[in-house]
């Protein structure tokens, strides 16, 4: 359901006009010529289950209390800067504020009943408000300026927690979260891989362009399906002699010369190591125990200048079906 177009002079913005989505659209705060308009919004279909105010110009969440049955609400790209007024929608399952102005997260305590709450792309500094939100199986805040993960360990069915693109330095606080399956902290300042032991059931953990030099501390993850540490400053592959069900292992942009303990990965089937260090062929020989390896990135590493480097890679690891962007022959 798309928001329909603002008026765009007082005269016709003076008159109500009703969208698709069952919303009037009328005149708020058309003041002088140099301010932007925006929309008011007035229901007008209680019933509705789903409301789409994308794009809509709001900076004020308001007038939502005829939603008796409202489950999925998005307020994508709008100008908000609380989060307010939501106290009557304890209906609703989906909330997303993505790419607003908010700092804080507030006023969430009667929406026992939500699943999904997106604040991405926000101005939030601190993790808070949460308590009541039990429920809760997907929380997204990457690209806000948090410093620590805190207030999380009540949230015992979440599921999904993206928290790419802030300003945390260390994994902390997440014993309670036994339930998580993705967690994704890439492009924070984390130096360190540590207290994940707690998250057993986890598949899918990022940590991409972080400030990591080692792998470790990832042996009680056993049921891990896929890692991502590209772009740190990782020296060796180690320590996953535990993480059996890899099938997806992300190491490229790093400073790995060596290809190594990787025999007890005997579910790989991907594995990116382009921009790295490794130039012995001997190393990449260790490639032939992985059975089920269909895809290798090994561009921009040295070996990858010797002029029969596809077929030297195809000789030693004949399941590849990729080599680096291009498929086989």
Request: proline share 3%; with cysteine; glycine share 4%.
């Amino acid at each position: 359901m798309k928001m329909p177009v603002p008026a765009g002079d007082n005269e016709i913005a003076e008159q109500q006009s009703t969208g698709p989505d069952g919303v009037v659209h009328g005149a708020s705060s058309h003041t002088e010529e140099s301010s932007p308009t925006v929309n008011d919004i007035v229901i007008i279909d209680p019933d509705c289950l789903e409301l789409d105010l994308n794009h809509g110009r709001i900076n004020k969440i308001q007038n939502l209390e005829p939603l008796t049955c409202i489950e999925n609400l998005y307020l994508r790209w709008n100008l908000i800067t609380k989060i307010e007024n939501l106290e009557s929608l304890t209906t609703l399952v989906e909330l997303e504020l993505y790419d607003n102005q908010i700092t804080k997260i507030e006023n969430l305590e009667s929406l026992v009943n939500l699943e999904i709450l997106d604040l991405s792309f926000n101005r939030i500094k601190e993790i808070e408000g949460l308590g009541n939100l039990k429920n809760l199986k997907k929380l997204f805040l990457s690209s806000n300026k948090i410093c620590k993960i805190e207030h999380l360990d009540h949230l015992e069915n979440l599921n999904l927690l993206e928290l790419g693109d802030n300003k945390i330095r260390e994994i902390d606080n997440l014993n309670g979260l036994t339930n998580l399956q993705y967690l994704y902290l890439g492009k924070n300042k984390i130096t360190k891989i540590q207290n994940l032991d707690a998250l057993v059931n986890l598949t899918c953990l990022s940590l991409q362009s972080n400030r990591l030099v080692n792998i470790e501390n990832l042996e009680k993850l056993k049921e891990l399906n896929e890692l991502y540490l590209s772009e740190n400053g990782i020296t060796r592959i180690e320590n996953l002699t535990e993480n059996k069900k890899l099938e997806t292992l992300d190491l490229a942009q790093n400073k790995i010369k060596l290809i190594e303990n990787i025999s007890d990965l005997e579910e790989l089937t991907e594995l990116w190591m382009n921009n790295n260090e490794v130039s012995e062929w001997s190393t990449v020989e260790n490639l032939s125990v992985l059975k089920k390896l269909a895809t290798v990135y090994l561009e921009k590493n040295p070996i990858a200048e010797d002029p029969v480097y596809r077929r030297k890679l195809k000789m030693i690891a004949p399941s590849l079906t990729q080599i680096d962007a291009t498929l086989c022959r």
